[in-house]
């Protein structure tokens, strides 16, 4: 479902307004796409409850932001959210400083809806009912000309990977495993491994020495891992290769061979891998624990990594146009 996240100072004034009021506006449409709508505030205390006088004007309107709790803006709720809606230039500047891979998808309420004069939308905080109705009737009227436009934010179709995943750490992960004939005895190494440690993991097989074709494995895990039914993938064959070409023919999915700690280290903090290929033959099991180890405690770093790793989901789409840029010539 994509987000729409909505931001102000404190979140308890307009973010929240626009926030209830959106949901409500959206509950009418039939056709539209649903739309997980939030709020967050960039100074904002956690937990605070829209201000009383929000309330008010809200409950006059039939909507009830009573279970509204204020949120201090993050860089994983930018990252996340598929358009981010800010109340002023200088909350927009804000976002746009912590995150500035992410800039396409940040605009001002008053920009989205189409105005080009006064960009900011001003602050009620502290003052008498009368404001806040007018704040409330001049959000209205500016999320009515949002609305038309929310869909072109809505993600990409294709990119089926789930977006929690960067943010899940080890325990908390649910990892498919799979391996071939040649990776048997270490495949049950690191199950044994992921069982001590407390891990949810799936084994997807071979679960006999027989021999196999390991396309047949790297698909199965693949797939959970691009549904998001799994979060992370291993899988083993006797060098890694034959897994890791076949687990990257699955669309959302980046698989990365490694044998070593720093390649491990690197494919999830510059490369966002959601797939772990190590080939059996390749390396012992002392070492092959410690590349598990550090792959699935390692977060993706986002920033300057975000925008690579969005141009390979271009090339995989078919729709990366090149770069002029960087070239020798
Ligand atoms: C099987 O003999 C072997 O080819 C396979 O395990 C793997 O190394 C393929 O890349």
Known sequence: ??????????????SPMAEFLLRQMLEGGEAREQWEVSSAGISAIGG???????????QEEGVDPGSHQSRPL???MIEQADLIVTMTVDHKTVVETLAPWE???IFTLKELAGETAELDLADPFGQSKEVYR????????????VIGKMNQFASKEGNLVSEENNYKRGDQLKIAIACDHAGLTLKKELIAYLERKGHYYQDVGTCSEQSVDYPDFAFQV???????????GIVICGTGIGMSIAANKVKGIRAALCHDVFSAKA??????????????????PGLALEIVQTWLSEDFLGDRHKRRINKIDLIER????????????
Do not use: W
């Open 1 to 14: 479902m994509p987000k729409i996240l909505f931001v102000c100072t404190g979140n308890t004034c307009r």
């Open 48 to 58: 605070n409850k829209a201000s009383p006088q929000a309330i008010k004007v809200l």
């Open 74 to 76: 993050g860089l994983k």
């Open 103 to 105: 800039k396409g998808k």
């Open 134 to 145: 007018r704040t409330r009737d001049e959000i209205k009227l500016l999320l009515q000309g």
């Open 222 to 232: 693949a797939s959970t891992v691009a549904t998001g039914e799994n979060d992370r």
């Open 267 to 284: 494919s999830r903090q510059h490369n966002d891998s959601n797939i772990l290929a190590i080939g059996s033959r390749v390396i012992g």
């Open 318 to 329: 078919g729709e990366y146009q090149g770069n002029e840029e960087g070239n020798c010539n």
